[in-house]
């Protein structure tokens, strides 16, 4: 009883210390822009015109646009491009690092009159916007990348392949090829150089495997957006059978800056293998929320506790999740690691195209790969025996354990699924759809075999494994959940513990979000 | 050849031509390299995943049919990676869909225990009709897969069975997409294709139609490059189970004078259906709907089997050389009476050049007149 007193007067307690920090919040000055660490540890290349109105080609150009693309038209040869690119060491940003400088001179060697630039802006990772926010507020600066892609090339026709699903970024693109077009950035003779490039919208119609470079190229020819086997590559035999060259957003985002201050000040940022700067989308139970953009070789602590000022108040980190459904997630034990491709594949993770998903202790991470799974059974085009078939398979043992009705043996048959899987299908996006499930046996394998031998959900949030009780002992009386709870399954009357009616309960979890004293179970 | 095109399969050297695949220089070296999806003709989609190989440096492991060899490349066609990947392919294609030949991890010795725990398996009460012509019931008993673990999914399409010619079973589909290749790189008619996504995937014609009301010309091409059962001819379902003894006869047919080679699947002297020669010209397999599915004829007893000669309004049964007397004094007659002129030759497309030339032949200099064409005219 007295306990229970004390935890409420605690939390009493807890909350008047708030509302006095908050009045010295009130009290002090405002600091610097950079002595707030969100802003002062972020150094931002692709993300620099932040702020600009992307409807204007004048704001653009006053924030040093379209030089880039002037200096490689009139003073560069493709060759002399392509050696830039491969001194500043950029890797593609969409998530597998293969040296842009690199693609770029495949696609130059490759024979042939006709090639083609394509822009991938088909971002579809849950919990991933760096693009977006890219083309909906500096869509100058894919254009300009892709100028130049184009003439370290030799195409003469692009496309941005983006999805529908980003009404905006469609919108200010084709504001601003238009205002490209009338300026005479774009379209024959370029700042008079001879050099013509056209360039197009292709909108995507809400399949996450158009992302993969062979099903966009099919879906831009007007099938259906499956992937096929390689070699033949894009550099090679890309849309049209013509060679392409395909980049992500972020990839061309950088690419002005590359020419326009050198590929040496490019190189100077970042690790040894990976140069620059990357953008993550930090969501989750994380403070700040929102883009962050940080030199390679930046810790996952430094991004999550210091610039997204770590996990809000009364929750515990727990792990964080690289990459989407391609990548894995990371446990606090190896928080220190710097993000660049080759630590970061080292933890059993991904790049990525930059999704982060921070996950507190409240976070079931078998039910965190179930969704996945979820996702990449939905999206999986249906093609490759191993992916349609296994990741179904994958996806039920998955939904199996955590409704509680897991049994021995159900962790080896997801490994053996998980590992040919990656071995056998396709494409990369059966390839590396067990990801979620591999790192999550990783690092919590025990919350696993929890859920299967124990019948119990470590993180409780498995319905099908809690028992709606209350927890008398733990129970503060504070009355939280009898009023919360939408089915009136809980009875509570002042200073005596709640009691839940399993027949009007729903099992919405509800009661056990809102329980500040974690006694329902 | 340069000495630089050399392959290593298996642990040992093959020359090969720049261009083709792993799984040709295996093919024309008798390693044999499982398919299932490859179709010969057709370009490779790499989509069942049964002939993958491991190549020694690439990341993931390879399929065979679509992967061109290349100088000093180092290939395993059966390590232990190779098989864990191909059994496991294998059950996961039997688990797909009702798949009952292997009857679910079924270890019996009897016969007819063995029938009737297949019958077992929900939906399907007969035996597949592609038991043992299964490329993949081949597989599974080669790989020793054998099935259990994996649940099939509910049965999500119902069969098709409203065309006299084809049904389709998508119960029993793998997906491999042979279909859709025979009909739109070999017959070229692009009637089918992928349709949905995921577990849902489908073969459909326009729009998910049924096939009679798509663009379907039910050459049978599909039906011929099925490897399991889910797309049966009619007349082959309707002919029972064929657990006793059936004959092929490889004959050409005789509908037109393309020459197309085909098997004629006898059973009691009856053809209960017929497939093309796969290895052989002029048609390398494929047939038209005339000659895959027009063979009811043969034991129709309407069927004309003599010539026959009216006489007083009736006709009667007759020889041929009783015939054809008749008819060459009647067309001498003819042609004294009114002239060669009055005479006129009309030729069937069913014929062959050589007929056609004969019968150009006999009208010009036997009957003296150039009245002669040819039906592929109208």
Redesign the interface.
């Known amino acids: 009883m007295s306990e229970n007193n004390s935890k409420a007067e605690e939390i009493v307690e807890e909350k008047a210390e708030e509302e006095e920090q908050e009045k010295k919040k009130e009290e002090k000055v405002i600091p610097y822009l950079e002595d707030v660490p969100f802003f002062g540890l972020q150094k931002l290349i692709v993300l620099k015109n932040k702020g600009i109105d992307p409807e204007l080609i004048d704001e653009y150009i006053a924030k040093d646009g379209y030089q880039a693309a002037a200096k490689a038209l009139l003073e560069m040869t493709p060759e002399e491009i392509i050696a830039e690119m491969k001194t500043s060491g950029l890797r593609g940003r969409g998530g597998a690092g293969f040296p842009t400088g690199l693609k770029w001179e495949f696609a130059n060697k490759s024979e042939g009159d006709i090639k083609y630039v394509l822009c991938n802006a088909d971002e579809g990772d849950p919990g991933a916007f760096m693009d977006r926010s890219v083309l909906e507020a500096d869509p100058h600066a894919i254009l300009e990348g892709m100028i130049i892609a184009a003439k370290a090339v030799g195409a003469h026709q692009g496309y941005i392949y983006c999805r529908a699903e980003y009404p905006l970024a469609i919108k200010r693109l084709n504001i601003a090829i238009s205002q490209a077009t009338e300026y005479g950035l774009l379209g024959n003779d370029i700042f008079g150089s001879g050099f013509d490039f056209h360039l197009e919208i292709y909108q995507g119609a809400g399949a996450f495997v158009c992302g993969e470079e062979t099903a966009l190229m099919h879906s831009i020819e007007g099938k259906r957006g499956m992937p096929r086997p390689r070699p033949p590559f894009p550099a090679h035999q890309g849309l049209w059978k013509k060679p392409t060259v395909l980049n992500n957003v972020e990839t061309y985002a950088n690419v002005p800056q590359i020419i326009f201050n050198g590929g040496k000040w490019y190189a100077g940022i970042g690790t040894e293998t990976s140069k620059g700067t990357k953008v993550f989308a930090l969501t989750g139970t994380v403070k700040n929320i929102g883009l962050v953009e940080v030199p390679m070789g930046t810790s996952l602590r430094t991004i999550i506790f210091d610039i997204g000022g770590g996990v809000p108040k009364k929750k515990k980190f727990k792990a964080v999740q690289l990459g989407g459904p391609s990548g894995g997630c990371v446990s606090e034990e190896f928080i220190d690691t710097p993000v660049d491709y080759e630590s970061i594949a080292k933890v059993g993770a991904i790049m990525g195209s930059g999704g982060m998903i921070v996950m507190d202790n409240q976070t079931c991470m078998v039910d965190m790969a179930r969704f996945f799974m979820d996702f990449v059974q939905d999206e999986s085009c249906g093609k490759c025996t191993p992916c349609r078939e296994g990741t179904r398979h994958m996806l039920q043992i998955l939904e199996k354990i955590t409704r509680g009705e897991g049994e021995p043996g159900d962790i080896d048959t997801l490994e053996e699924l998980s590992e040919v899987i990656k071995d056998a299908a396709l494409c990369g996006l059966g390839q590396t759809g067990p990801n979620p499930v591999l790192s999550t046996l990783q690092y919590f394998r025990d919350e696993y075999e929890a859920h299967i031998f124990e019948k119990r959900c470590p993180a409780k949030r498995c319905p099908a494994l809690l028992e709606f009780e209350v927890d008398e002992e733990k129970c503060i009386k504070c009355g939280i959940c009898f009023k919360r709870c939408p089915t009136e399954a809980i009875t509570w009357e002042k200073k005596q513990p709640a009691k839940i009616d399993k027949d009007k309960c729903i099992k919405c979890m509800t009661c056990i979000t809102n329980c500040p004293s974690d006694a329902i179970f | 050849m340069s000495s630089e095109n050399i392959i290593v399969i298996d642990g040992k050297e093959y020359a090969f031509s720049p261009g083709e695949t792993i799984l040709e220089v295996a093919e024309k070296n008798g390693i044999d390299i499982p398919t299932l999806c490859y179709l010969k003709g057709a370009s490779?989609?790499?989509?069942?995943?049964?002939c993958?190989v491991e190549v020694e440096g690439a990341r993931?492991?390879v399929?065979s049919c679509?992967?061109?060899a290349g100088a000093n490349m180092v290939v395993r066609t059966e390590s232990p990676?190779v098989l864990?990947?191909r059994r496991?392919?294998l059950e996961?294609?039997l688990?797909?869909g009702q798949h009952n030949c292997l009857a679910q991890d079924m270890d019996v010795d009897s016969w007819t225990d063995f029938q009737l725990s297949a019958m077992g398996v929900k939906e399907h009460e007969d035996l597949c009709p592609a038991y043992g012509n299964c490329k993949l019931q081949d597989l599974a008993i080669r790989y020793q897969v054998k099935t259990n673990?994996?649940?099939p999914?509910d049965t999500r399409y119902p069969i098709e069975n409203v065309n006299p010619f084809i049904v389709r079973d998508f119960s029993r589909c793998?997906?491999c997409?042979r279909c859709v290749q025979a009909c739109n790189e070999i017959q070229v008619n692009n009637a089918i294709?992928?349709g949905?996504?995921?577990?849902?995937?489908k073969i459909v014609a326009r729009g998910d139609l049924a096939l009679k009301d798509s663009d379907c010309v039910f050459c049978g091409e599909c039906v011929q490059a099925c490897p399991v059962g889910a797309l049966i001819s009619k007349q082959d379902l309707l002919a029972g189970p064929k657990h006793d003894e059936t004959m092929m006869v490889r004959t050409t047919c005789a509908y037109c004078g393309v020459g197309c080679q085909l098997y004629l699947h006898v059973r009691d002297n009856k053809v209960f259906k017929v497939t093309g020669v796969e290895d052989a010209g002029p048609n390398f397999g494929s047939l038209c709907v005339k000659g895959r599915f027009g063979y009811d004829f043969i034991n129709d007893p309407e069927r004309l089997t003599t010539p026959l000669i009216r006489e007083n309004g009736n006709l009667r049964e007759a020889s041929w050389d009783e015939a054809l007397d008749l008819v060459s004094e009647r067309f001498g007659r003819i042609k004294e009476d009114s002239g060669p002129d009055s005479i006129g030759v009309l030729c069937s497309a069913r014929i062959t050049n050589e007929d056609n030339y004969l019968a150009q032949k006999f009208t010009r200099a036997a009957i003296g007149t150039n009245n002669i064409d040819h039906c592929a005219r109208l």
């Open positions: 490779p989609t790499g989509s069942c995943r049964i993958v993931a492991l399929a679509a992967a061109p990676r864990k990947a496991l392919n996961l294609l688990a797909s673990r994996f649940q999914p793998i997906l997409g294709s992928f949905y996504r995921g577990a849902e995937s």
